[in-house]
């Protein structure tokens, strides 16, 4: 059961302005945990972002377990939202925050990690066999209620 002010963003969430990619308008400000924006323009809505829950499996031909985590290790060290990997010679699981404006834009951003960074962390050629996206709230709602994997701990690479 959800209980809050009527009207306030649902917990989790920030008030935050997207910077807009098409016309390089910034239009957020943070200060400390409270996100503020300035006003949109007359007739224009902002759009708040959000943290989700990302769990991206990839898999395919078996690769030598080493090669495998200095790729995982790699990517890890470009990106370092990252939380926590797990692998072994043939999948591996990448888990990790990300701030959207919603699901769609999430999954969209997760989708593209895998293949984008294939090359310059000399990952594995696998293909992406499943993504999970959650919100906040939803993720600590299964945590608190015994379901799910347990926050990622110890953060790092590490072998299934």
């Known amino acids: 059961m959800r209980r809050g002010r009527p009207g306030a963003l649902p917990r ?4 935050r302005t997207l910077t807009s990619v098409e016309t ?3 239009g957020d400000r943070s200060d400390g945990d409270e996100r503020t924006a300035r006003p949109a ?3 224009e ?3 708040a972002s959000r943290l989700w829950h990302i769990t ?3 898999s395919g031909a078996e690769a030598p377990l080493k090669e495998v985590r200095r790729g995982l290790e790699q990517l890890a060290h470009d990106h370092p939202f990252l939380l926590t990997s797990r692998y072994a010679n043939d999948h591996a699981e ?3 925050w990300e701030e959207a404006r919603d699901l769609h834009d999430a999954a969209a951003v997760a989708l593209r990690l895998w293949g984008e960074h294939r090359s310059t962390a000399k990952l594995p050629p696998w293909e992406i066999v499943g993504l999970e ?3 906040r709230e939803t993720y600590h709602q299964r945590i608190a209620e015994g379901y799910g994997l347990p926050p990622a701990s110890p953060v790092g690479v590490h072998p299934f």
Do not use: F, M, N
């Not at 989790?12 to 008030?15: H, R």
């Open 24 to 26: 390089g308008e910034v």
């Open 45 to 47: 809505r902002r759009e």
């Open 41 to 43: 323009p007359e007739g």
């Open 12 to 15: 989790g969430t920030a008030e």
């Open 94 to 96: 990448i888990r990790y």
């Open 56 to 58: 991206l499996s990839v």
């Open 133 to 135: 996206v959650i919100d």
